[in-house]
């Protein structure tokens, strides 16, 4: 996907403006936002991505849209911005949108604007996360996945997908997507497995970790055999030890805001309700 475009009264992110856009996002907008809800921004500007942010207003920018190569769009700051971002967004044909509450919801609304608009699906998550380890990152049983369980593990990400409410269930076609992303995973070592009786009936993805900015996990899911026995939590515990005890600053994730059980694991797990975050999907 394609840097994005300028609109009227936003602009692309220069050169010269990521310093003062870096110390907006680490600061929280000056308090008004979770920072730790913007380490997927940061650690984009950390990867020299900014020709794909859009800062407004212009002069002197309080709101932000990323939009990324995959077709992912995050929005932060000022919900007043969404009027100036909406174009742009539309523009880039986004898949997924995500981040904050309030201005990924004011960008949905006037993204929605006109009879030709793809139509989306949205639900709140919380925002979790934790900057202390919690136990230890030792667990029997926990370990990197391999190559090898690549089929087993694109089972358990399609029966997350229709469970987590993402979708209906996963085609052929769709099903080779899913292995081709966690083939990656596993390949870039971003996969955790907890096996029991000789097999994996758990596994715990990275959708994000940077030594900077901090881990952020995805694609939790517990064989429905070995539920209620606090084996989710258990993982969820010991692999945020492992990264927090690397050094990282803080291991966060969100979850469906109606998803009561897993709350409760995150929480026994160490992780803290941060606030409302959105996820949209079209």
Same mark, same amino acid.
């Given at each position: 996907? +394609?840097?994005?475009?300028?609109?009227?009264?936003?602009?692309?992110?220069?050169?010269?403006?990521? /310093?003062?856009?870096?110390?907006?996002?680490?600061? =929280?907008? &000056?308090?008004?936002?979770?920072?730790?809800?913007?380490?997927?921004?940061?650690?984009?500007?950390?990867?020299?991505?900014?020709?794909?942010?859009?800062?407004?207003?212009?002069?002197?920018?309080?709101?932000?849209? $990323?939009?990324?190569?995959? =077709?992912?769009?995050?929005?932060?700051?000022?919900? /007043?911005?969404?009027?100036?971002?909406?174009?742009?967004? /539309?523009?880039?044909?986004?898949?997924?949108?995500?981040?904050?509450?309030?201005?990924?919801?004011?960008?949905? &609304?006037?993204?929605?604007?006109?009879?030709?608009?793809?139509?989306?699906?949205?639900?709140?998550?919380?925002?979790?996360?934790?900057?202390?380890?919690?136990? +230890?990152?030792?667990?029997?049983?926990?370990?990197?996945?391999?190559?090898?369980?690549?089929?087993?593990?694109?089972?358990?990400?399609?029966?997350?997908?229709?469970? &987590?409410?993402?979708?209906?269930?996963? +085609?052929?076609?769709?099903?080779?997507?899913?292995?081709?992303?966690?083939?990656? +995973?596993?390949?870039?070592?971003?996969?955790?497995?907890?096996?029991?009786?000789?097999?994996?009936?758990?596994?715990?993805?990275?959708?994000?970790?940077?030594?900077?900015?901090?881990?952020?996990?995805?694609?939790? $899911?517990?064989?429905?055999?070995?539920?209620?026995?606090?084996?989710?939590?258990?993982?969820?515990?010991?692999?945020?030890? /492992?990264?927090?005890?690397?050094?990282?600053?803080?291991?966060?994730?969100?979850?469906?805001?109606?998803?009561?059980?897993?709350?409760?694991? $995150?929480?026994?797990?160490?992780?803290?309700?941060?606030?409302?975050?959105?996820?949209?999907?079209?």
């Amino acid at each position: 996907m +394609s840097a994005p475009t300028a609109s009227a009264g936003a602009r692309r992110l220069d050169q010269p403006g990521i /310093e003062r856009l870096t110390g907006l996002l680490e600061s =929280g907008f &000056d308090g008004r936002s979770d920072p730790m809800a913007h380490q997927h921004l940061l650690d984009a500007l950390d990867r020299h991505e900014h020709v794909r942010f859009l800062v407004w207003p212009p002069a002197d920018p309080v709101g932000v849209l $990323y939009i990324g190569a995959s =077709g992912a769009v995050m929005a932060a700051g000022d919900p /007043e911005a969404a009027t100036a971002f909406a174009g742009p967004a /539309e523009h880039a044909d986004w898949r997924v949108l995500l981040g904050d509450a309030v201005p990924c919801q004011a960008l949905l &609304d006037a993204s929605s604007k006109g009879f030709f608009r793809r139509r989306h699906s949205a639900r709140e998550q919380r925002f979790m996360a934790t900057t202390a380890p919690l136990g +230890s990152p030792h667990l029997p049983g926990l370990r990197r996945a391999e190559p090898a369980e690549l089929e087993r593990l694109t089972d358990f990400a399609c029966r997350l997908h229709v469970e &987590d409410r993402m979708g209906p269930q996963i +085609s052929r076609a769709g099903r080779a997507a899913v292995r081709a992303r966690m083939h990656d +995973s596993i390949t870039a070592g971003a996969t955790w497995v907890l096996e029991r009786d000789g097999l994996s009936v758990a596994k715990i993805d990275l959708s994000l970790s940077s030594p900077r900015r901090g881990a952020q996990l995805a694609g939790v $899911y517990v064989e429905e055999p070995w539920r209620g026995l606090g084996l989710g939590s258990a993982a969820i515990a010991a692999v945020t030890a /492992e990264l927090l005890t690397q050094g990282l600053p803080c291991v966060t994730l969100h979850v469906r805001a109606d998803n009561g059980a897993a709350i409760a694991a $995150y929480r026994r797990a160490g992780f803290a309700d941060r606030g409302p975050w959105l996820l949209a999907l079209r």
